[in-house]
């Protein structure tokens, strides 16, 4: 079974700093997707960004940028120029042949003004 | 284009009575997921539906079931409530099943609470 871990409950960083949360991941497949879903106070799950495993690039979606390294089993979110909106819990979500969102335990960020 | 709703948003049951709570996906979307979110264990899948039928089923007891209708809205239902069912009880669509690169859509959910 696929298992996600990330092993920073909270976070915190200055508005305008950058920010990056750790995720790594267990899997035997080889194909597979990894997202980085957004959950603010409101609830609503957001998704953040995508990464499919067999791109080499990592993606990138305006200030959001991740840093996946396949071999290493690792998938971390940077989050350039923080604002005061990005405050959230942040997870980490595994997405394979199962079909399912596997996530991990999340990342409570906070943005200091 | 309207999100996914989920009614109720939220609720207070008592242990060993039964709930039922609704899905309404995004318009077009035909596959629908159904997720537990609690303090404890995080977020855990529940189960998948496609076309009106199952297609994939996390760990949870029998109690928890499940169904889609022809206008792809879904419903789970937890029977015999227990003190451990409260949660955050998610829904998220998604345009299609036959791939799994596809970006799911979640609703606010709905908070169970039982007492």
């Known amino acids: 079974a696929q298992t996600v871990t990330q092993s920073q409950p909270e976070m915190s960083v200055q508005e305008a700093e950058t920010v990056t949360l750790s995720c790594t991941y267990d899997t035997s497949e080889s194909d597979y997707y990894l997202f980085w879903y957004k959950q603010p106070p409101s609830r609503q799950m957001i998704l953040v960004i995508r990464?499919?495993?067999?791109?080499?690039q990592n993606a990138t979606e305006n200030r959001f940028s991740v840093n996946f390294q396949k071999a290493a089993k690792s998938f971390s979110l940077k989050i350039s120029d923080s604002q005061l909106g990005d405050a959230a819990m942040y997870f980490c979500?595994?997405?394979?042949?199962?079909?399912?969102?596997?996530f991990g335990s999340g990342t409570q960020l906070t943005v200091l003004p | 284009k309207a999100g996914v709703t989920q009614t109720p948003r939220y609720l207070i049951k008592t242990r060993g009575q039964q709930v039922t709570l609704s899905c309404s996906p995004i318009?077009?979307?035909?596959?629908v997921s159904w997720y537990q979110q609690t303090p404890g264990q995080g977020l855990q899948f529940l189960f998948e539906?496609?076309?009106?039928?199952?297609?994939n089923k996390g760990n949870f007891p029998g109690r928890f079931s499940g169904r889609q209708f022809s206008n792809s809205r879904s419903e789970m239902n937890v029977s015999t409530l227990e003190l451990g069912d409260s949660a955050l009880y998610l829904c998220?669509?998604?345009?299609?099943?036959?791939?799994?690169?596809?970006?799911?859509?979640f609703g606010e959910g709905s908070r169970l609470t039982v007492l």
């Open positions: 539906y496609f076309s009106e039928t199952q297609r």
């Open positions: 318009s077009g979307h035909r596959s």
């Open positions: 979500a595994y997405r394979g042949s199962a079909r399912q969102l596997t």
């Open positions: 990464q499919e495993a067999y791109k080499q």
């Open positions: 998220a669509s998604s345009p299609r099943t036959s791939s799994y690169a596809g970006e799911l859509f």
